[in-house]
């Protein structure tokens, strides 16, 4: 560390720390969909790297649609594209709980290996349909290009885009869950499924679309995923580990944990990965992680509940 | 003589089952398998140790890890480390810049033997780090799990992510491990040629008894008091901890064990197959141990060897021909068998054997006898309706 006056420094922070906000801004997509599948039923669902995967190739499929048919709309399609990607993952994710999670309520391990199952399908399906290889979308011009705060300090202003989106993502989750009629409904359910049912709440009704806002939100992620990398059938399920991580580290049922926990994660390990290798960023991160949670297993934030 | 035919054989039935799967691997596969397909089965069987090792800790205990594949792999690495030293004597590496170290290590510009690799020169340490290193290693993280209840789905998250660590680890750190490759060109053991079609079909033989004796293991821990309490643990934890039983400790123990048996697979593993890398210690390979077990039926120690040798032919005769047909169809099955086939293969025998006249005295071989209650619990769950707590909100 020494070669570096303390201007370079803390540039090398700035950026570095940038590269880590899009990783984080990625991750709590991921695990804002995620905690609320596995915070509110207590599903584990391993496929929910292949929802982001599918909301990328919506994207993908997308962008390339417009440039053949539309060119002069190039600039806007993007907006357009994570509308989409919420619909098509939101939908098969609704379509998944009705054909699969629900008859598996019962038995959470089981919904961990049937989900496998899932993603294993789906990550075949997008290899057959869209090819091995790596693919992304023509993103819009006003997406390229970065921006420079001092001269030696880079910052894209796709990452800066991710992050705005993410910021509204979670703002609306967070109305939606905390400050509507459903999301009251949701987390009445969440505390007591009988009681709830007893006062009138549709269950299952709630439960089937909360599995789909989650997938939906995944969907999003994907989108804003092809922003600041390309997508292969295994994109998906390169994050699943990380996320889980986030959402048990933050507590499950806490959407302030899961932020916490998330921008602590892509920090630590992006700004690491500038000092050692990648590889053992990754390992010290999780082995820190995991050392926490055998000191503090709730996560960091969590309501307390007796079990 | 009776001791051992109740506890180690499980009476009557399980002795049969016994009796017909050993017959099976050491009488019908060498006799009618070439030396490569023999090969290949012994392969499979090395993995048939860690579905077992699932229905102890899985099956029975209830606690679901996604990371045996680690512990198979420690096996198989302490195996690889002794033989990869024995390969790499000063003699055969001479054109290396340091004779006598492994060559991965050469080409990484290392210039002495790691510390940790200096002990597996001896044969007594490896099989006993062999044994030792998995069930220390599981002590630890069950002891850190389970004293503080985590459980159900965070543990099995958590051994997720300790197979990515050490796969990331194993990958990451070249020099000292043979990196994505693995530690490969195994030649001897102890002087022995391991490569010969003789030496695969002694390892073959000495495999399929190894299996067999942790079979009989197993079910003598499953017949025992102990067998008892985990399946009560499994049903109502708190029940078995309010009744004075310190719960956490049966599981410590359990996942020990189980990491035990996957080990001694990974370490035949690598004898048999020549080789040792990292694609066997991740998630994939963990969880498709975990389906290994659930599709040769969770509850049953027997059922999971044909689980294991069903998926494994299926993959390779898949993969062979269409391979991109295979996900579709691992996928399937994983599905399938969740949501269809909980007990899975011996699931299915219980159920259909009873009716074909001939195979009546074979019936509930697959299972234990005194824990017959248990598959039937599982199946009367998946047959209740799932919502059955929220048919009041049906208005």
Not at chain 1, 33 to 60: K, P, R, S
Not at chain 1, 278 to 291: C, E, G, H, P, R
Not at chain 2, 237 to 256: A, P, Q, T
Request: glycine share 10%.
């Amino acid at each position: 560390m020494g070669d570096f006056s303390l201007q370079e420094l803390t540039s090398i922070l700035a950026m570095q720390g940038f590269v880590g906000i899009s990783l984080f801004s990625v991750l709590l997509l991921m695990a804002l969909g995620l905690a609320i599948i596995f915070g509110q039923m207590g599903v584990i669902n391993m496929a929910h790297g292949e929802f982001m995967a599918m909301g990328a190739y919506t994207t993908y499929l997308l962008s390339v649609m417009t440039q053949t048919y539309f060119p002069e709309l190039m600039n806007y399609y993007f907006l357009i594209a994570i509308v989409a990607s919420f619909i098509v993952a939101g939908s098969f994710g609704y379509l998944t709980e009705y054909v699969l999670i629900r008859h598996l309520y019962k038995r959470p391990l089981d919904t961990l290996l049937a989900t496998w199952g899932l993603s294993l399908i789906m990550q075949q399906s997008f290899r057959s349909f869209f090819g091995a290889r790596e693919v992304s979308p023509t993103l819009p011009d006003w997406l390229m290009g970065s921006w420079m705060p001092t001269d030696s300090i880079f910052i894209p202003i796709n990452g800066m885009f991710v992050l705005g989106l993410t910021g509204f993502v979670t703002l609306g989750v967070f109305l939606l869950m905390y400050r509507s009629a459903w999301g009251l409904n949701v987390r009445a359910t969440t505390q007591n499924r009988v009681m709830s049912g007893a006062v009138g709440i549709n269950t299952k009704r709630v439960d089937r679309l909360t599995f789909a806002l989650g997938c939906g939100i995944a969907g999003i992620a994907g989108a804003a995923f092809t922003t600041i990398a390309s997508t292969g059938p295994t994109s998906g399920s390169l994050y699943i580990v990380d996320t889980f991580m986030v959402v048990v580290f933050g507590g499950a049922a806490s959407l302030f944990g899961t932020i916490a926990s998330a921008f602590t994660i892509a920090q630590a390990q992006s700004i690491l990965e500038f000092f050692i290798s990648s590889s053992m960023a990754k390992v010290l991160t999780l082995l820190t992680l995991i050392i926490i949670l055998m000191i503090r297993p709730e996560g960091l934030f969590s309501s307390k509940v007796r079990k | 003589m009776n001791f051992v035919y109740e506890r180690f054989l499980g009476g009557k039935n399980g002795a049969l089952a016994i009796a017909i799967l050993a017959i099976l691997i050491l009488v019908i596969f060498p006799l009618f398998l070439d030396a490569f397909r023999l090969n290949l089965v012994g392969k499979y069987l090395t993995f048939a140790f860690a579905a077992v090792s699932l229905v102890l800790l899985w099956g029975y205990g209830g606690i679901l890890s996604l990371g045996q594949g680690v512990f198979f792999g420690l096996g198989g690495y302490a195996m690889a480390m002794f033989l990869k030293l024995e390969a790499s004597d000063p003699e055969s590496t001479k054109i290396q810049t340091t004779p006598g170290i492994p060559d991965f290590m050469d080409w990484n510009q290392l210039y002495e033997l790691p510390w940790f690799w200096i002990p597996f020169e001896s044969f007594t340490f490896t099989l006993l780090a062999i044994i030792l290193v998995p069930s220390i290693f599981a002590f630890i993280i069950g002891y850190s799990m389970f004293k503080r209840r985590v459980g159900g789905v965070y543990f099995a998250i958590i051994t997720q992510v300790i197979a990515v660590i050490l796969t990331v680890l194993i990958v990451g750190q070249q020099g000292y491990t043979g990196g994505i490759n693995g530690i490969t060109d195994l030649k001897t053991l102890n002087g022995w040629d391991i490569r010969t079609d003789s030496a695969k079909l002694a390892l073959y033989f000495i495999n399929a008894l190894l299996l067999l004796g942790v079979i009989m293991l197993s079910k003598f821990i499953l017949t025992s008091k102990f067998g008892q309490l985990l399946l009560a643990m499994k049903d109502k934890e708190d029940r078995v901890r309010f009744s004075g039983y310190d719960v956490s400790n049966f599981k410590i123990f359990v996942f020990c064990v189980s990491a035990v048996i996957a080990a001694i697979g990974g370490a035949m593993f690598t004898l048999q197959v020549g080789f040792m890398s990292p694609s066997f210690v991740g998630i994939v390979p963990s969880i498709e141990m975990v389906i290994f077990a659930a599709v040769g039926g969770r509850m049953s120690l027997i059922g999971v060897v044909y689980g294991t040798l069903l998926v494994n032919f299926g993959k390779t005769g898949f993969s062979e021909t269409f391979p991109e047909l295979w996900l579709f169809l691992m996928g399937g099955l994983f599905i399938a068998v969740v949501m269809f086939f909980p007990n899975g293969l011996a699931g299915i025998w219980n159920k259909y054997a009873p009716k074909v006249p001939f195979l009546r005295p074979l019936v509930n071989s697959s299972t234990n006898a005194e824990t017959k209650s248990a598959p039937a619990k599982i199946e009367s769950e998946s047959t209740i309706e799932p919502e059955s707590t929220t048919e009041g909100a049906k208005s």
